[in-house]
């Protein structure tokens, strides 16, 4: 499933703003306001020793107020640097917050149904999997590794442009195996429980569903009974491809270090690590954990199961 930010790419324009307008914060703090206070007190000097000069000439000054609008005229910002400066500290507040704690995201399809619907927007852990250099995505600290069953955003390998998002089925050394439908992880049938069909609203067609017990995390999938294990023709070349044994059944896979396999809870209706192969740790964005938003279903707010 193809993420797509609630701004293009958010995170590049944020820093960029953040950089533009902090530049003009610090050097008004540390140059300009220094200037403007050093020209408002030439010009109160002036002024005050106008005034004492009409005094001394007998002349009665009525200065009430026009001392404190002088100095109030010249310590004024320019427009644009109190702008900027007043966005600096929330650009750079937002920044920090989606860059290594949260970070905001919506859903425009449906490969993750029925635990993820179209118009949800969820919230995405940035920390539970390590710190990362924001823009670049470089890790600099390590935290917890993805745990099978974790809904988890990655960078697309085959489009780093691109934010996708699936359910981690298999770890760093996991052979998997997915044949008429059905997951075998390390040689051990994961379990699945029949549930009522589900209504596809888009298509209007019936779907089979089950809940999956995937080595202790439980969730539920989608089945369409008419559509293949996977299409062979729509396998692609990729990295750590020898990893994998593909049959008319199905498919095993053998996780390389680092990576990941990915598949989508609308098992039928998702490009994943089937036909584009791993995810490789370097791409990961961190683990979805909330559905803060959906205007056209509010009942869907809550947490990701």
């Not at 429980?193 to 999956?212: C, F, I, M, S, T």
Request: glycine share 6%.
């Amino acid at each position: 499933m193809n993420l797509q930010l609630i701004l293009g790419n958010f995170a590049l324009i944020l820093f960029v703003l953040m950089v533009v307008t902090g530049v003009i914060w610090f050097f008004d703090v540390f140059y300009l306001a220094k200037q403007r206070r050093a020209a408002a007190d030439r010009a109160l000097a002036e002024y005050d020793a106008r005034n004492a000069k009409l005094t001394a000439d007998g002349i009665k000054v009525d200065n009430t107020g026009n001392r404190a609008q002088l100095e109030a005229g010249i310590l004024r910002q320019p427009t644009w640097i109190e702008y900027s400066g007043s966005f600096f500290p929330v650009i750079a507040l937002v920044f920090f917050l989606r860059s290594f704690l949260y970070e905001p995201f919506k859903i425009p399809s449906s490969s993750m149904v029925p635990t993820l619907l179209v118009g949800d927007l969820i919230l995405v852990n940035k920390f539970t999997y390590g710190i990362r250099l924001p823009v670049i995505n470089q890790k600099i600290v390590q935290i917890n590794d993805p745990q099978r069953g974790d809904v988890m955003v990655f960078k697309y390998p085959l489009d780093m442009s691109q934010d996708y998002i699936k359910r981690v089925i298999g770890v760093p050394g996991d052979k998997i195996t997915y044949e008429n439908k059905r997951l075998t992880v390390n040689g051990v049938e994961v379990k699945y429980a029949p549930l009522d069909d589900y209504l596809d609203d888009e298509k209007l067609v019936y779907n089979k569903q089950y809940q999956e017990n995937l080595t202790g995390v439980s969730h539920r999938i989608l089945n369409n009974e008419a559509a293949p294990t996977y299409t062979r023709e729509a396998v692609r070349p990729f990295p750590y491809s020898e990893n994998c044994t593909y049959r008319y059944e199905g498919f095993t896979c053998v996780v390389p270090a680092g990576n990941y396999f990915m598949m989508g809870d609308n098992r039928d209706n998702s490009a994943d690590s089937r036909y584009w192969g791993f995810v490789p740790d370097k791409n990961i964005v961190g683990k979805a954990i909330v559905v803060w938003m959906n205007l056209g279903n509010l009942r869907r707010i809550g947490s990701i199961h």
